[in-house]
């Protein structure tokens, strides 16, 4: 009767081959499994905190801000664009509303030459003793996000990039320091990360993810689960129209000093000198 058995060596081969047989740490379908999404959220903050050790980020200036408020030249192209079609078919309801929109956005593309702007000046006037301070972090997309890594891009100073996996896939802006741009999978670790470090925190004219992170930070530290700092919103008639604070405090559902947990800007330079004041000129 004919052996159709492996040889030993083949078989030996296979073995090395299966996945039972990969070390856990270089299995990614293992990491991977429910079971293992502890060690995950730990790998995630642990990582991160290993780099910006590193680097010896000692400080950090969060902003936040919408990623559909591009640059004025790219919003003006924008409308240009738009209007252009809307000639071709002056009926069409889809593109009168996009063409809105984009007139919307260009109106506030002022703010990203303003996260620009603040971007530079924290980044040139935090600079000293070899350490790396008031370091810019953002969520690391485009809109406002790229602004602010930019100012500090054109000042030749580093900044953070904290990505986040989407469905709809999203790439760092080319502003990042390659040696900081993170990415995560779990948004609370990243929130994590956003304040660990932070200084102050700049929310610019958003949507959810602005709000989102924006009433994390003010809620931390309203229960005293974060140290104060300053929070500024910056363009007051946008946050007065979208948020009616005083209209909380009215109806009791927060107290008259919550409104003091942030002030109001409209130009970056004041936004940086507040955040000098609070900490009285040592930031």
Known sequence: MKDDRLKPSHMVRLLEMSS???????DIEFLKTEDLRPIRLQLELLKPEQILRDEKVESTIVVFGGTRIIEPKKAKAQVARLERKLKRVPNDSKIKAKLRAARSILSKSKYYEEAREFGRLASRESRRDGQNHNVIVTGGGPGIMEAANRGAYDVRA???GLNITLPMEQ???PYISPELCLQFHYFAIRKMHFLLRAKALVAFPGGYG??????????????????????ILFGEKYWRRLIDFDYLVKEGTIDPEDVELFVYADKARDAWD????????EV
């Open 158 to 160: 580093k900044s953070i």
């Open 274 to 281: 507040y955040i000098k004041y609070y900490y009285e000129e």
């Open 20 to 26: 039972a047989y990969r070390v856990a740490y270089e």
């Open 210 to 231: 602005t709000l989102d992170e924006l009433f994390e930070a003010l809620t931390l530290v309203q229960t005293n689960k974060v140290s104060p700092l300053p929070i």
């Open 171 to 173: 790439e760092p802006n």
